[in-house]
């Protein structure tokens, strides 16, 4: 598992930062789900999930090799929860957060890479 520093699991209320057209909505039978790239933080990826209270949720990330980098489990008494990953000090790769409940499974595969630097020349 990536350390506390590189990985932040994080449980917030719905928020107004739930996307729209941001990212796709996934409808399951027993919830609906969206993963979408922060549109405040770089290097972070927002879970949300609207679904009816009473089943144990699992939220896990994993890498490229399927190695778990990150696993919460939902109390079922929560009926909207947002999960953030900061994943700034990962390595660039493939990465999947699969989203588990009793009745339905969904895969929300992405890729982190590290944009190029932009260096300024002067010449005086």
């Given at each position: ?86 994943l700034?000090a ?21 890729t ?6 932009v260096?300024?020349?002067r010449?005086?």
């Amino acid at each position: 598992m990536l350390s506390g520093a590189a990985l932040l699991l994080s449980l917030q209320s719905f928020a107004a930062d739930v996307p729209t057209a941001d990212g796709p909505v996934v409808h399951r039978a027993s919830y609906r789900a969206a993963v979408y790239p922060s549109s405040v933080r770089a290097g972070e990826i927002r879970v949300a999930v609207d679904r009816l209270p009473g089943e144990t949720m699992t939220i896990v990330l994993k890498d490229a090799k399927g190695h778990v980098l990150g696993r919460k489990q939902i109390s079922p008494k929560l009926e909207k929860f947002q999960f953030r990953f900061v994943l700034g000090a990962a390595p660039d790769g493939a990465y999947t957060v699969e989203i588990q409940s009793p009745r339905d499974q969904s895969r929300h595969a992405f890729t982190l890479k590290t944009q190029p630097g932009v260096r300024t020349v002067r010449v005086v």
